[in-house]
Nanobody, 121 residues
Framework: DVQLVESGGGSVQAGGSLRLSCAAS????????MGWFRQAPGKEREGVAR???????DYATSVKGRFTISRDNAKNTMYLQMNNLNPEDTAMYYC????????????????WGQGTQVTVS
């Protein structure tokens, strides 16, 4: 198992930017496929972006071109750069880790962080 801690959330105005971080414990971070998910009140959790062990990426259609996922294996950290935010991006954002391959469905992931709130007004 890997322990995950998100940070970087906050409140911004529409059009603004935030960068989320996900710090992972342990020495095997590089072997995990990592993903960002979000859940707004009254809505189901949705996959936002994911990055594989070999740095391939995938994005939800709603964030493509605005969000960028990245990882720094030397720092055991994953990031989500979010630009041109709009109120529909308001949600709790979670990072997740999965062994092997992964996609934008939460079924690929075994370990989850506690979340960081993003509010866009």
């Amino acid at each position: 198992d890997v322990q995950l801690v998100e940070s970087g959330g906050g409140s911004v105005q529409a059009g603004g930017s935030l960068r989320l971080s996900c710090a992972a414990s342990g020495s095997t971070f590089s072997t995990y496929c990592m993903g960002w998910f979000r859940q707004a009140p009254g809505k189901e959790r949705e996959g936002v972006a994911r990055i594989s062990r070999v740095y391939t990426t995938d994005y939800a259609t709603s964030v493509k071109g605005r969000f960028t996922i990245s990882r720094d294996n030397a720092k055991n950290t994953m990031y989500l750069q979010m630009n041109n935010l709009n109120p529909e991006d308001t949600a709790m954002y979670y990072c997740a880790a999965g062994s092997g391959n992964c996609g934008l469905s939460d079924t690929w992931y075994n370990d989850w962080g506690q979340g960081t709130q993003v509010t866009v007004s």
